[in-house]
Nanobody, 120 residues
Framework: QVQLVESGGGLVQAGGSLRLSCAASGRTLNTYAMGWFRQAPGKDREFVAVLSWRGVNTFYSDPVKGRFTISRDNAGNTVYLQMNSLKPEDAAVYYC?????????????WGQGTQVTVSS
């Protein structure tokens, strides 16, 4: 069992930056691919970024490509999402997830989410 706890959300002006953290307890994250997802009010949860289990490959959704960066600390227990050049449309609850390392569509564990608000 893995517990994921996100932090780092908050209110930021458009054009600003935030770094989200996802801390794991119960088990190291090194055997999972790790993903960030987000859900805005009235919308479905959507994929944002994924980091392969070896920490080598990354993939991003088109809306965030070039602005967001997913990474993991050396111990493998914390995953980050660096968000730059934030836009009002980035506002959402952001969730981290531990994913099946062979099938990224299979979510093993979810965090509880952290709110990101972007003012225009």
């Amino acid at each position: 069992q893995v517990q994921l706890v996100e932090s780092g959300g908050g209110l930021v002006q458009a054009g600003g930056s935030l770094r989200l953290s996802c801390a794991a307890s119960g088990r190291t994250l090194n055997t999972y691919a790790m993903g960030w997802f987000r859900q805005a009010p009235g919308k479905d949860r959507e994929f944002v970024a994924v980091l392969s289990w070896r920490g080598v490959n990354t993939f991003y959704s088109d809306p965030v490509k070039g602005r967001f960066t997913i990474s993991r600390d050396n111990a493998g227990n914390t995953v980050y999402l660096q968000m730059n050049s934030l836009k009002p449309e980035d506002a959402a609850v952001y969730y981290c997830a531990a994913l099946d390392r062979e099938n990224y569509s299979r979510v093993k564990f979810w965090g509880q989410g952290t709110q990101v608000t972007v003012s225009s």
